[in-house]
């Protein structure tokens, strides 16, 4: 099972930017589910982003145009640039994994690799 590590969340003032990272202990390449989801308190996982095999990258509707989702060229580091952040970005960031076996899953308990979580809080 693969596993991952997030980092780069912290607190930010609303229109402030955030790098996230999340550092795989193997390659990913194309040939994985590469998934960005977050939970707000009291609130169920959003899919956020995602790299989704070789497909073109997915983006939640609320995120779109603020957020990019990319990979290094080594394939073992996922990232989210998080621009113009709002305070209903706050929630704790989760980096999953699955194998791409022809689709992805859709929810955050169906991913068989998750990180332990970056808390990203937007107040001023």
């Known amino acids: 099972r693969m596993q991952l590590t997030e980092s780069g969340g912290g607190s930010v003032q609303p229109g402030g930017s955030l790098r996230l990272s999340c550092a795989a202990s193997?390659?990913?390449?194309?040939?994985?589910?590469m998934t960005w989801f977050r939970q707000a308190p009291g609130k169920e996982y959003e899919k956020v982003a995602a790299?989704?095999?070789?497909?073109?990258?997915f983006y939640a509707d609320s995120v779109k145009g603020r957020f990019v989702i990319s990979k290094d060229n080594m394939g073992m580091n996922l990232f989210l640039q998080m621009n113009d952040l709002k305070p209903e970005d706050t929630a704790m960031y989760y980096c999953?994994?699955?194998?791409?076996?022809?689709?992805?899953?859709?929810?955050?308990?169906?991913?068989?690799?998750r990180g332990q979580g970056t808390q990203v809080t937007v107040s001023s």
């Open positions: 193997e390659w990913f390449g194309g040939r994985f589910c």
């Open positions: 790299l989704e095999a070789l497909q073109s990258p």
């Open positions: 999953v994994s699955q194998e791409y076996l022809g689709f992805c899953p859709r929810k955050f308990e169906d991913f068989t690799s």
